[in-house]
């Protein structure tokens, strides 16, 4: 039996410099090998605000992990690191969770992590961290950008996306930045 194709969100890009953070993504959501929609909001904020989260994968699933940090992070009074902690390890021991196909990355002021249905919980080294398939080009060019530019985070996060939509099949140029 042939496997449905999955609607898939991809490049997802958070950045944090001179206590500022922000997250930008593109707009393309693909069917296989199709762009259903160019236009999708990747990023949301949660805690009235505070904290930014993107996704990447099955989109479907992905809103569902949303909806679930959203409340570990009330339940945990808005930290951060815990309520990510908290969902990973859900993610991972729940039997309908751990088949949800998507990653996310979220960030606050202060810190940055990227979550995955294998349990990972990785906080980058440095202050950028991108997910999904254009996620690689994003990083490689916020990095150049982090170290040789004055550039802010938002503006940075908007020309690093640029830089992917140029290069990755499935990221375009439908950019949405959230920054706090």
């Not at 890009?13 to 236009?39: C, F, N, P, Y």
């Not at 640029?162 to 140029?173: F, L, M, P, Q």
Request: hydrophobic share 50%; aromatic share 4%; charged share 25%.
């Amino acid at each position: 039996m042939k496997n449905k194709p999955i609607l898939r969100s991809t490049t997802v890009i958070a950045v944090r410099r001179h206590g500022h953070a922000a997250m930008a993504s593109d707009g393309q959501v693909t069917m296989g090998d199709t762009v259903l929609k160019a236009s999708a909001n990747k990023v949301r904020r949660a805690l009235d605000g505070r904290v930014l989260v993107g996704f990447a994968g099955s989109t479907a699933d992905a809103l569902t992990l949303f909806e679930r940090f959203e409340g570990k992070l009330k339940d945990f009074s808005g930290n951060l690191a815990r309520a990510c902690v908290e969902l990973a390890k859900e993610w991972r021991m729940d039997r309908a969770l751990r088949r949800l196909e998507a990653m996310l990355l979220v960030v606050d002021a202060t810190k940055m992590f990227v979550l995955t249905g294998a349990g990972d919980v990785i906080e980058p080294d440095d202050d950028v961290a991108a997910i999904g398939s254009g996620g690689p080009y994003a990083l490689a060019a916020a990095r150049a950008l982090l170290k040789h530019s004055n550039l802010g985070a938002k503006e940075i996060a908007l020309e690093a996306m640029k830089i992917a939509a140029d290069i990755c099949v499935y990221t375009n140029e439908h950019i949405i930045v959230e920054e706090i």
